[in-house]
């Protein structure tokens, strides 16, 4: 996962409970999704045209709505890889279904992807990206050291 990101300048979403899946000081990496999750890979997840959902169920507490933001996509098509057949399509529609191991899926993703010609490879796309991720990492921060500092509400009583 992280030699696909990497190559392609993915950003890279975790769902609940399961940030270890990868660095969480990586460039790219944006934070975990749903309860309690990151605004900033919310964002970028909301914004996609395509999702890469690599040995995830997709369950209700990574994709259902969160700080009052629906963000999982309405038209991106989503490519959803778990070794557990039974987990495929169970919470949320995937329109490419892969029974597999997740690790041998993106090890053969980035394969075909680097013999692939196309814009997936444009350096301008990747960089554009990458300022994204950036961005929505940055205003994310932001928002929540502002919250940090207000000051606490009176508690009536």
């Not at 300022?131 to 009536?156: F, G, H």
């Amino acid at each position: 996962m992280k030699a696909l990101a990497e190559a392609f300048n993915l950003p890279v979403i975790t769902t609940y409970l399961h940030q270890d899946v990868f660095p969480c000081d990586h460039d790219m990496y944006c934070g975990p999704l749903g309860y309690l999750g990151s605004k900033a890979g919310m964002h970028m997840i909301h914004e996609a045209d395509v999702v890469i959902a690599l040995g995830t169920r997709l369950g209700p507490f990574g994709t259902n709505q969160q700080y009052e933001f629906d963000y999982w996509p309405k038209n991106a098509k989503i490519l959803q890889v778990d070794v557990n057949p039974r987990m495929l399509g169970l919470t949320k529609h995937a329109d490419i279904m892969v029974a597999a191991d997740a690790k041998i899926v993106s090890q053969q993703l980035l394969q075909a992807l680097n013999s692939m010609e196309g814009n997936h490879k444009n350096a301008s796309s990747q960089q554009t990206r990458h300022q994204l991720v950036q961005k929505r990492k940055a205003e994310w921060a932001a928002e929540r050291i502002k919250k940090e500092n207000q000051d606490p509400q009176p508690v009536d009583g």
